[in-house]
């Protein structure tokens, strides 16, 4: 073990000499012996482990000014000699904090003694102090923000994440005379939460509140834990943790919406479904009403019927009216949407402007200029919901009450062998640094509540899908223009509604649908055939086995007990050549094993509520398929 050093700073040279003396008889190496501050600052560096200083020393700066200025350069321990200690003295030389005093003269016992003390004293506020910065490192390093406060209430410790997420700096909270100041302000349940905490009302508490930091006001979801400190039965005070969830709460929203909007779906789903059958009922026969009518117009007495063809032309109407309605639930369901190749333009913006038309009402005048002969590649329905979210936005960006001097427009116009669609508005604008980060899921520019971020996220990932791109143009103060770019698709091409061969007479038909109202509307428009109805797929099964044979069997996809799927699939156990002659009839409601089974056949499918010209036009495809000519 080396020898410890010292260093002597005392102006009378023979004192100093023997305390040296008496150093050395103790093992220590005495590094040499000073008279003034000057000298003794020049003998002082880090390996010093001891310094006697005389508290009245020659010089610029006496011995407690001296001791000051040697504690910045080094850890030693220091012990005052004074033949002096009087009040102020005393005093003065408390604030430098010595590990001991002798008083002159000194005895070479009671040097010993208070030395070695001294030394202990300074190794142990060595390690103390290296095991708080050590503590400190640590604290400053979570990445949860740790605040302390004392018995009284006043911030004793703040680590840079607690500064960050507060907007407080420790100089300016440890100024206060209680947390509470710093706590109402940012958050007031983390306030009360500390006072019952230090009241002792209250043992560890654990609660999630929103934090609003200082002069920036950024708003903050945390989740925090305050916990008394206490030593034998003493309460010291108390600790903050706060771990900032906003990300957290932020996705729990969002999959709390993405769950009430699965619901919705289902539940969009399920009344398309209930609507349709009976819809198709008022739909068709409404329809052959009016041909029965015009079949009468000409015995009836002039003008006689024109009332009740007034009538059926408003009930037709209306249920026209409701179809398209329950498509558009039915759209946004999209449980089993399969995707079309070529999607039109016009519709999919007829379907986002009447989706949308509410969100307008005294906002906005909308403006569509689009070409009806556009057409794109992609899937028409997931084109629409793009435009709905775009036109939403729009209108939302646009505060209520002043129509008359705000637009929105949408327009579609073919750029080369792409064609572009804008949707464009008179708001508020987008600010640049909130531009870059539209597409990105999660973010919003919509106060809190009122924004998933999640809508043009999902629009960029379905034209990104579509093999298009969509881009944002914006100023403050110069409303917002949304461009969205997809290949577009031959005019020429298969159209949607493209008309189909009408279907002859004389053919057997058996209808399968759960709904009989269903059956006697199918088999009034089939008046030329040969229709048998029945709402069981059992039944249809059992026909079949006895021999029964049909031009065309017309089968509801959702039933109760046996699915058109699992009457499809039974078929091939009778004649596997049956099942060629199904076309299936939708409400709208199918499951995703439905959805799959669609897919891999080619049979037609029907969508209720439906027309007698769809229905014919069905069957004539069937019947005139050259596999599939001429009665059985």
């Known amino acids: ?107 070479p016992l009671e040097l010993r003694s208070t030395v070695e003390m001294a030394l202990h004293k300074a190794e142990s506020e060595r390690r103390l102090r290296k ?23 006043r911030v004793s410790f703040m680590n840079a994440r607690a500064e960050a997420l507060t907007g407080w700096s420790l100089g300016d909270a440890s100024a206060l005379s209680h947390a509470a100041t710093l706590l109402d302000e940012v958050s007031p349940e983390l306030a009360q939460a500390l006072a019952r905490v230090l009241s002792q009302t209250e043992g560890v508490m654990a609660l999630e509140s929103q934090l609003q930091a200082r002069q920036s006001g950024t708003r903050h979801f945390v989740s925090t834990t305050v916990t008394p400190v206490e030593s034998e039965g003493v309460l010291l005070g108390a600790v903050m943790v706060l771990r900032d969830v906003t990300e957290a709460h932020r996705v729990r929203q969002q999959l ?21 059958n009976p819809l198709s009922v008022v739909v068709s026969n409404a329809a052959l009403l009016q041909e029965d009518l015009e079949a009468l117009g000409h015995a009836a007495p002039g003008g006689a019927l024109a009332p009740m063809r007034e009538m059926l032309a408003d009930l037709s109407s209306a249920a026209q009216r409701i179809a398209r309605i329950v498509s558009d639930l039915r759209a946004f369901s999209r449980p089993v949407a399969l995707p079309s190749r070529v999607a039109q333009v016009a519709r999919a913006v007829d379907w986002a402007l009447r989706t949308t038309a509410h969100e307008f009402r005294n906002r906005a005048w909308v403006e569509a200029e689009v070409d009806p002969a556009l057409m794109v590649q992609g899937d028409e329905l997931r084109l629409g919901q793009v435009l709905i979210n775009l036109l939403v936005n729009a209108a939302q960006a646009i505060e209520p009450g002043d129509v008359d001097r705000h637009r929105v427009r949408i327009a579609a116009a073919r750029q080369g062998d792409a064609v572009e669609l804008v949707v464009s508005d008179t708001g508020p604008g987008i600010a640049p640094e909130q531009l870059a980060h539209l597409f990105e899921p999660f973010f919003t520019t919509k106060p809190v509540g009122l924004g998933t971020g999640l809508g043009l996220s999902i629009c960029h990932g379905i034209v990104q899908a579509m093999g298009g791109t969509i881009v944002a143009e914006s100023a403050p103060g110069r409303g917002a223009t949304f461009r969205v770019r997809l290949p577009s698709a031959a005019a020429s091409g298969p159209s949607l509604e493209a008309p189909s061969a009408a279907a002859s007479t004389g053919l057997s038909v058996l209808v399968i649908d759960d709904e009989p109202a269903v059956g006697r509307a199918i088999s009034r428009i089939l008046r030329g055939h040969a229709v048998t ?43 596997v050549g049956l099942q060629s002659r199904v076309i299936f009839v939708s409400g709208g409601a199918i499951s995703s094993r439905l959805a799959s089974f669609l897919a891999s056949v080619t049979n037609r499918r029907i969508e209720k509520p439906f027309t007698a010209s769809t229905l014919t036009a069905a069957i004539g495809e069937l019947t005139c398929a050259p596999s599939l000519a001429g009665p059985s």
Not at 131 to 142: G, P, V, Y
Not at 256 to 276: F, K, P, Y
Not at 546 to 556: A, M, N, P, Y
Request: hydrophobic share 50%.
């Open 1 to 107: 073990m080396s020898a410890r050093v010292a260093v002597i700073v005392e102006d009378e040279q023979i004192v100093a000499m023997d305390l040296a003396a008496a150093l050395e008889d103790s093992g220590f190496t005495v590094r040499g012996l000073a008279s003034s501050a000057d000298e003794a600052l020049e003998l002082i560096d880090p390996t010093v482990d001891l310094v006697l200083l005389d508290v009245r020393i020659r010089g610029r700066l006496d011995g407690i000014e001296t001791a000051t200025a040697i504690r910045a350069r080094c850890g030693a321990a220091i012990v005052f000699l004074t033949a002096h200690a009087d009040d102020e003295t005393l005093r003065r030389a408390r604030e430098v904090g010595p590990e001991g005093y002798l008083v002159k003269p000194v005895k």
């Open 131 to 153: 095991r708080e910065h050590w503590f400190a490192t640590t604290l400053h390093s979570l990445g949860d923000a740790v605040l302390a406060v004392d018995g009284a209430g």
């Open 256 to 276: 709390e919406v993405a769950d009430r909007l699965a619901s919705l779906g289902t539940m969009a789903a399920g009344v398309a479904h209930e609507i349709n």
């Open 533 to 575: 109805a029945t709402q069981s797929a059992f039944d249809a099964l059992e026909r079949l086995r006895h021999g029964q044979r049909f031009d065309v069997i017309l089968s509801d996809l959702a039933m109760p007990l046996m699915t058109g799927h699992d009457f499809y699939e039974a078929l091939a156990d009778i004649d």
